[in-house]
């Protein structure tokens, strides 16, 4: 009796990550089918539960902006591109889509630094299996210098090559930090202005159309300090939502 | 008298002299404060400076001038002088504290500055009146010579209505301006307004007075009706001489040194402007009106005209003109079932801030379904035109559409801007890219296990034990005392393993031999010796030397000595008791030795 209970609760282990599976299948499949029968918002709904059940992979993140664009919801659109792009910045797909829903609205990007525009290149992921494989060859090379004594000036030489992409690395790697630290946010209200003060009759200062890239900077209640197109201006926090610098399975979207 | 007496007397003179010139000192005099202003009779524009000079007071504090309308005052500057005078063979001290204004005369007029009281600490003192005259520059009227002004476009604008604000720098012509002039505060909640651009300089007649004026404009659009009241506050350098300071050299280069110029920051009175926004006005407004306030002209094309059903017609709309461009919506077309239309895209935005005109342009793409959508309607923009104070509307179409049918019986698929390419594939249109395929799994990027990150400090223990292992031989190989003084432990045991294993079979013979083995051996590593040098003389003088108890050595000493009986007089019997006896001392001595540093 006691064994069969053993052998039940390993066929369930075995088994539940299959099942999970299968149902994320099925849900992709029915996001995408209404989709095609141009019934965007329940598309979107049904992208919108996968991610909230934990699921986070770019091709979600990119179908559930391509549902929100198809359902007149631009910022929420640009906001889902932007958070695909964070797993895979080199997809054209992304960039395309991403691009022309910011041309629909004539929405507006916070000015990249060339080292942010370097780092934006590779991801989160990608930098750090960078670093980590130059790590190891770095042990091996160090290994190898202090072994074979004949050719220590080429792997010194190697070590060298080593540090300088570790430093590419790092750097890399920085940038994404600092965009958890002070995260980039997606306009999602329409016909904001920002203003010169965190103040409700404030003078306007600048136009932020939905789906603008904006960089926070500061907050102040209700008040975000954003940055775009090179202008600082103030907007309500909950007129825009903030593309976190990395999302994981455990970590709740809004 | 040596060299040491002469200072000891030298430091006795100046202790005396300093404690004499104390005792002398007995105590400043009572505090005093003078008032003065000069030049007293100056021109508008000319400064005067004001001095309050305290005596005989400690640190006191800066004294506040009455207000002076018709002022700029700028300080006070601060100086100390201290000095000390010999009166009647008795050592008095003087220390002055002078605070130092500068006022600056606006407008013409007799000025009296004062009296007022000064508060120096738990007395008071009565600064007199001083009268002033100031006369207008050479040709001038009443007017201040120095203000500024800030007028409208427009004294009643309309909601969303771009209009001009100017601001406008009055200088008599004999003030010498500097270029610069800070906008310091102007609260212009409500208001969306563009940054002031100089118009230039000019020189204007007021009140029979010649003025240079500097005037600023800035677009501005409010934001909200009601009642505005525009107070900017504005700050002007004055260029002035210094003041003539004496010349060290008499040379005329280095007096035009000294007397350079410098600058004088002046807050400029301006006149507060009310500003009257209207609202929109209802009555009349069509229903076409999606907020456009300004002059506008719309344009619309539609390309192709004669097509087939499902080919793309490329509409493009332009709103060009002056007004609240950022707030231009263009219509949508009213289609019908006939037409299937894909999402509107502006391909052009072309504004100037300063002038606030532009021009807007959009493109969208629209299909006919069927072979009865014969005709696009008319598309009406709609805006309010402020000069005229109406809504105006400008209507553009209905396109007349020749269809044909359906090329294959099939629609064509996206189109947009629809530019005939010269070669290669014609791009119909643009629109976003169709939906990825499901992931491989739900989650990418996964976080990783705490196995993984333990994982990654192999290649760095693997890479730091190399290196100490690496270290460790070369540092042996370079000092073979040591070496073999971490080996000597290890090349006792072969001799005590001959001694366990003669207790064993009770060869005392061969006890004997093992415990030679071990003595040499180990203290011939030990102690760095070479096989013939390790006897017990040098072993117990080298173990003392090195800190080793005196109850030790004499033990190692009975040891060797037991061990050379033994080896040298072999008739003797040696039980097993005995040989037990002899492997522990030794034991003993080998541990004792272990702990000593050599």
């Not at chain 1, 918002?41 to 559930?64: C, R, T």
Request: charged share 20%; aromatic share 8%; glycine share 8%.
């Amino acid at each position: 009796m006691k064994a069969a209970k053993h052998i039940l609760i390993l066929l369930l282990a075995l088994t539940a990550p299959g099942i999970l599976r299968a149902d994320f299948a099925d849900a992709f499949q029915r996001a995408a089918q209404a989709y095609d029968a141009e019934q965007y918002k329940e598309s979107a709904d049904l992208y919108e539960s996968l991610v909230n059940e934990g699921a986070a992979a770019p091709e979600i993140f990119f179908n559930l902006g391509n549902a929100r664009f198809k359902n007149g919801e631009i910022g929420l659109a640009v906001l889902n591109y932007r958070r695909a792009q964070y797993f895979t910045p080199r997809d054209p797909d992304i960039r395309a889509n991403m691009d022309y829903a910011m041309g629909r609205n004539g929405a507006v990007r916070w000015r990249k630094t060339t080292i942010a525009q370097f780092s934006g290149r590779l991801s989160l992921r990608e930098w750090t299996n960078a670093l980590l494989l130059i790590y190891w060859l770095a042990a091996v090379a160090a290994i190898l210098w202090m072994l074979d004594a004949a050719r220590r000036p080429v792997y010194l030489r190697l070590l060298i090559v080593f540090a300088v992409l570790a430093v590419a690395c790092i750097t890399g790697l920085r940038h994404w930090k600092s965009l958890q630290k002070i995260p980039e946010a997606v306009v999602i209200n329409d016909g904001l202005s920002a203003f010169f003060a965190p103040i409700e009759n404030s003078t306007a200062h600048f136009s932020l159309p939905a789906g603008s890239l904006v960089r926070t900077r500061e907050q102040d209640g209700h008040w975000l300090k954003v940055e775009a197109d090179g202008k600082e201006g103030w907007i309500p926090a909950d007129a825009c939502r903030k593309v976190y610098a990395w999302l994981t399975a455990d970590m709740a979207l809004e | 008298m040596t060299l040491n007496d002469k200072k000891r007397n030298v430091r006795l003179g100046a202790l005396g002299a300093i404690a004499l010139l104390s005792l002398a000192v007995s105590g400043y005099s009572q505090p005093s404060v003078s008032f003065d202003i000069q030049p007293r009779a100056l021109r508008v524009g000319e400064a005067a400076q004001c001095t309050i000079t305290v005596r005989g007071a400690d640190n006191p504090q800066a004294p506040a001038l009455p207000r002076m309308d018709g002022f700029q005052i700028s300080g006070p500057g601060r100086s100390q002088q201290s000095s000390f005078n010999m009166v009647n063979g008795r050592m008095e001290a003087d220390s002055s504290v002078t605070f130092n204004y500068s006022l600056m005369p606006l407008k013409p007029g007799n000025f009296t500055i004062g009296p007022f009281e000064y508060q120096l600490g738990n007395q008071r003192a009565q600064l007199p009146a001083i009268e002033l005259q100031v006369v207008q520059p050479e040709g001038g009227g009443d007017r201040e010579a120095l203000y500024a002004e800030i007028t409208s476009a427009r004294e009643k604008p309309f909601v969303q209505e771009v209009f001009d604000l100017y601001i406008s720098v009055y200088a008599h012509e004999s003030i010498n301006l500097h270029r610069e002039i800070n906008l310091l505060g102007f609260d212009t909640a409500g208001l969306d307004m563009k940054g002031f651009q100089e118009l230039g300089q000019s020189r204007e007649v007021v009140d029979n007075t010649i003025f240079n004026v500097r005037r600023f404009r800035a677009k501005v659009r409010a934001l909200r009706s009601g009642d505005f009241s525009l107070n900017p506050v504005l700050r002007a350098h004055v260029i002035v001489q210094r003041e003539q300071r004496r010349d060290p050299f008499s040379d005329p280069f280095f007096g035009g040194f000294f007397n350079r110029q410098e600058t004088r920051a002046v807050d400029l009175a301006v006149n507060p402007l009310s500003l009257q926004v209207r609202p929109l006005p209802d009555d009349g407004k069509p229903v076409s009106f999606s907020g456009a306030v300004g002059r506008f002209d719309f344009q619309v094309t539609a390309q192709p005209l004669k097509l087939a059903v499902g080919d793309p017609i490329t509409l493009t709309m332009s709103v060009s003109g002056e007004g609240n461009l950022d707030g231009v919506t263009v219509p949508e077309p009213g289609i019908g079932e006939h037409f299937r239309a894909y999402d509107m895209k502006q391909i052009s935005r072309n504004l100037d801030e300063n002038s606030a005109a532009g021009q807007l342009v959009y493109e969208q793409v629209l299909l006919p379904q069927n072979i009865n959508a014969k005709e696009l309607p008319a598309l009406d923009f709609t805006f309010f035109d402020p000069q005229q104070e109406k809504y105006v509307t400008v209507s553009r179409g209905p396109f007349s559409l020749e269809l044909s049918p359906a090329v294959n019986g099939a629609s064509r698929m996206v189109d947009g801007a629809a530019r005939a390419a010269d070669s290669g594939a014609k791009i119909l249109g643009s629109d976003i890219v169709y939906l990825k395929p499901a992931p491989r799994a739900p989650v990418r990027n996964a976080p990783r296990s705490r196995g993984f990150w333990l994982m990654q400090a192999i290649p760095a223990l693997c890479a730091g034990g190399l290196f100490l292992f690496t270290r460790r031989r070369r540092e042996l190989n370079q000092n073979i005392a040591k070496a073999r003084r971490i080996h000597a432990p290890r090349s006792a045991r072969k001799g005590l393993k001959i001694m366990d294993d003669a207790m064993r079979a009770n060869d005392g013979a061969r006890f004997t031999e093992g415990l030679w083995e071990a003595l040499t051996r180990y203290f011939g590593n030990l102690l760095n010796l070479a096989p013939g040098e390790v006897t017990a003389d040098i072993v117990v003088q080298r173990l003392g030397n090195c800190g080793l108890p005196a109850e030790s050595t004499r033990e190692i000493a009975d040891i060797f000595r037991a061990c050379e009986s033994m080896r040298y007089a072999p008739g003797q019997g040696i039980t097993t008791s005995d040989m037990a006896e002899m492997k522990n001392r030794l034991g003993r001595i080998l541990k004792a030795c272990e702990r000593i540093k050599t």
